[in-house]
């Protein structure tokens, strides 16, 4: 199992300038996130989505949207990327969601210039 | 408010040795405690998860033990290495029912281990 998987590694966007970040897993978890991690700062939750077609925000959700037209993929996209946007995000999945534990992916590094 | 908080922000040392780390939250009603560790550049990936009702759980050279009376947790690390040099978070679950979780994440721990 290749786990979660996240893509690109690294992107430099220009204001006002749109992307998606892919988030893709292949152990059949129901539930999904997207965490935002800015230096020196805990984890923050932007969405999350409990199965395919259901999604819901977290705690910093403004200028964020999300889908989950399949159980494996949860793209994130940024419309009008702004430098405050400007962190790591973490794509996370996991089965029993309140017990079990989240398998993060490896990381986006945004910079928004 | 719900808060998570980890000390010390940072530590330094050296291969072989002994570390605590502690972690204090005020999160309620509590649900479970986990600990993760994070390698610079990558995911953070689970070591334990505890419940309420769990005092010890141990992880290879990784111990965590959790007072919820006091709502206090540590993470011991025994015979460091330097593979251990990473940052060490604790999260605290908040039980407020649906299928979130509310997750609340502490700032991490960042641990220097020196040959």
């Known amino acids: 199992n290749a786990g979660v998987t996240q893509t690109p590694k690294f992107r430099i966007l220009k204001i006002g300038q749109s992307m998606t970040l892919q988030c893709t897993q292949d152990?059949?978890?129901?539930?999904m996130y997207w965490y935002r991690q800015d230096p020196g700062m805990g984890l923050k939750l932007i969405y999350y989505?409990?199965?395919?077609?259901?999604?819901d925000k977290g705690e910093v959700p403004n200028g964020y949207n999300v889908s989950r037209s399949t159980t494996e993929d949860f793209p994130l996209r940024l419309e009008l990327a702004a430098p405050s946007q400007t962190s790591v995000y973490f794509c996370a999945s996991s089965y029993l969601e309140r017990i079990n534990e989240q398998f993060f992916g490896p990381g986006t590094r945004l910079t928004v210039l | 408010k719900n808060q998570v908080e980890q000390s010390p922000q940072s530590l330094i040392i050296l291969e072989g040795k002994n570390c605590t780390l502690q972690?204090?939250?005020?999160?309620?009603?509590?649900?479970?405690l986990r600990w993760y560790k994070q390698d610079t550049g990558r995911g953070p990936v689970s070591l334990t998860i505890m419940t309420f009702s769990e005092n010890t759980k141990s992880n290879g050279r990784y111990t965590a033990t959790l007072d919820a009376d006091t709502k206090q947790s540590s993470l011991h690390i025994t015979a460091s290495q330097l593979s251990d040099s990473a940052s060490y978070i604790c999260?605290?679950?908040?039980?407020?029912?649906?299928?979130?979780?509310?997750?609340?994440f502490g700032k991490g721990t960042k641990l220097s281990v020196k040959p």
């Open positions: 999260v605290v679950s908040a039980d407020y029912g649906g299928s979130q979780g509310n997750l609340i």
């Open positions: 989505s409990v199965g395919a077609g259901i999604t």
């Open positions: 972690c204090n939250y005020t999160v309620s009603p509590f649900s479970n």
């Open positions: 152990m059949n978890h129901n539930y």
